[in-house]
């Protein structure tokens, strides 16, 4: 009996450290695959944006990913009117009209293709469609391309920084 | 101290330290398989054999892949393929058994469904049998990841994206994994060592149970009859072989199942030698540009079925939908509520046109997964999908309302 329980005790006590030990090597493990410090740092791209033409789509790289970059037409801005959603996705740098945007389909991540012709992206994964301002006109993408935080500094656009403009697009629910 | 005397013989000094003939018995002469069978029941044996394949075949890639996103891609075209002498035939053999096996494990588990082997004290062969299936998704997925073409970059980006949870947004989680924004190094590298180590030993261990889950329950037969392997294997050992319905699994059953492993490594070579190129898809001899989709991204074969299941919904639906469809097989032991343990074609109308629907769904799905989401495709698509969920929604009250045969 007494026996016993003195294993019960120990038993009890090397659990204890066992669990201790466990949690210990969980956080360590899940801290190993944490997007490193350099990864990290890495996250800051300047944009000179006087380069662009207009109605020309160029693909920019941040953190990785792609970067849409698409100087709009008076055009383009005509058909926007009276569409605030479209309206509220409007980066303006001057006189000039952007839409910018990361340039993965908010599905499951594929790259969507500018079609000039049409002004509007389709992705070949799962047919999802975007239009000139970056929001969806076909599913399954369950909703407009994603805005990368960005700061406005004077006709230079610093993207993975947060600036007022973005701030308000997040917090108005424009993108997440 | 056990008492050892002086051996006789190599045999003898072995059997006293390691029991060896007991062993042997337990494993394989006294190891006992019903008569009542067909080739189907070779498919396991088949899987074993086309594992080795795998594992060999890929430890003679290790030894020259570089895994680094700079070299990854290389070490694979270029030092594999042109400098190793015979490179080619570990890859060719890797690329082709991994498709392969999937092929084979479908075959094992429509065998295992048609028969009713997941019934009556077998569920855990089912149940350990379905894990497996998850594993060897794991490693194939992983190992694409691999050669670093663009059809690893954008399917590693597509289903990690996945984890993201749709509306949930768990962008943390799926950079976590990723170790970074996109896959990159830290993703390479994690996903090197998950396929070259940590998931081979998973698949190992749970072939170990799948095996032990066989042991009390047996393998089951043609008619699903409840055998006393007790009694049938009595018979055999008194002499009265032709009438035991049991017999040994080695050499007896050994030497069907290698016949058919031969005839399947003719077909399997045949394809390694001559048809290896539906195993390689062309796109992945691209180095991976993570600005750059590829036109069409579509999975390996194997995961069609399932990657159609997912594609005509938004993504939440699909979602749900997609991980109903990874899981609900695992379930189908308990799904199936009838006392019947035969084959599908005798136990009434309902569970018959059941299995034999649900076999040509997802045959169709697949087809459907290869297509491109236009037009009648995505029609066709999107009511075999719904149809796959209402299957199985169903099968408990068809299979309740069963009659006993």
């Given amino acids: 009996m007494e026996n016993n329980s003195r294993r019960g005790f120990m038993g009890k006590a090397f659990g204890a450290v066992a669990a201790v030990g466990a949690v210990g090597s969980l956080v360590a493990m899940k801290k190993s695959w944490d997007p490193l410090p350099s990864v990290k740092a890495a996250g800051f791209t300047t944009l000179d944006m006087t380069t662009y033409q207009e109605g020309v789509m160029v693909t920019e790289k941040w953190r990785g990913k792609p970067i849409f970059v698409l100087k709009k037409s008076a055009e383009v801005m005509e058909n926007e009117k009276g569409n605030p959603a479209a309206e509220a996705r409007n980066i303006k740098i001057g006189d000039d009209n952007f839409m910018v945007a990361i340039g993965l389909c908010t599905h499951l991540g594929c790259i969507p293709a500018f079609r000039p012709a049409e002004n509007d992206f389709l992705c070949a994964c799962h047919g999802g469609m975007f239009d000139a301002s970056g929001l969806v006109t076909k599913v399954p993408p369950p909703r407009g391309f994603d805005i990368p935080p960005f700061k406005i500094d004077g006709t230079n656009l610093i993207l993975g920084e947060v600036g007022p403009e973005w701030q308000s697009m997040k917090d108005n629910g424009v993108t997440l | 101290m056990a008492h050892f005397t002086k051996a006789t013989g190599v045999k003898d000094w072995l059997n006293q330290r390691l029991a060896v003939e007991t062993v042997e018995k337990v494993m394989m002469s006294e190891y006992w398989i019903p008569k009542n069978i067909n080739f189907l029941w070779a498919m396991g044996m088949v899987l074993v054999v086309t594992f080795v394949l795998l594992l060999v075949s890929g430890i003679f890639l290790l030894m020259y892949y570089v895994p680094t996103v700079d070299e990854a891609f290389y070490s694979v075209n270029y030092t594999i393929m042109r400098e190793v002498d015979f490179g080619w035939l570990w890859r060719h053999v890797h690329g082709v058994a991994a498709s392969v096996v999937f092929l084979v494990i479908y075959i094992h588990m429509f065998t295992g469904i048609y028969y009713g082997s997941y019934k009556k004290g077998r569920e855990m062969i089912w149940i350990s049998g379905m894990l497996l299936f998850v594993a060897f998704s794991a490693e194939a997925f992983s190992g694409y990841m691999l050669p670093w073409g663009q059809m690893s970059y954008w399917a590693g980006m597509v289903i990690t994206n996945l984890f993201a949870g749709g509306s949930l947004h768990a962008d943390g989680l799926v950079e976590w994994i990723r170790g970074d924004y996109v896959p990159a190094q830290a993703f390479l590298g994690r996903f090197f060592m998950l396929h070259v180590l940590l ?207």
Wanted: charged share 15%.
């Fill in chain 2, 199 to 405: 998931l081979p030993l998973a698949i190992v261990g749970l072939i170990g149970l799948h095996f032990a889950a066989l042991r009390i329950p047996h393998v089951n037969n043609q008619d699903g009859e409840e055998i006393d392997f007790d009694v049938e294997s009595k018979k055999y050992l008194d002499g009265n072989k032709a009438e035991s319905k049991v017999m040994r699994f080695a050499n007896d059953f050994m030497s069907k199942d290698m016949m058919v492993v031969g005839i399947f490594l003719i077909f399997f070579f045949y394809l390694v030698f001559w048809n290896y190129s539906f195993a390689l898809d062309p796109v992945n001899f691209d180095p991976a540009d993570g600005l750059k989709t590829p036109a069409h991204i579509y999975p390996e074969w194997y995961f069609l079925w399932s990657y159609e299941i997912l594609r005509p919904f938004n993504i939440d639906l699909g979602l749900v939908l997609f991980g109903f469809a990874q899981v609900i097989f695992v379930f189908l032991p308990f799904l199936d509520r009838s006392p019947n343990t035969c084959p599908a074609n005798r136990r009434g109308t309902m569970f018959k046109v059941w299995f034999w629907l649900m076999l040509s769904n997802m045959i169709v799905l697949t087809a459907m997964g290869k297509l491109p989401p236009e037009g009648i495709f995505s029609t066709i698509g999107l009511v075999a999908a719904i149809l796959f969920v209402v299957q199985w929604l169903a099968l408990p009250f068809i299979t309740s309302r069963e009659k006993k045969v």
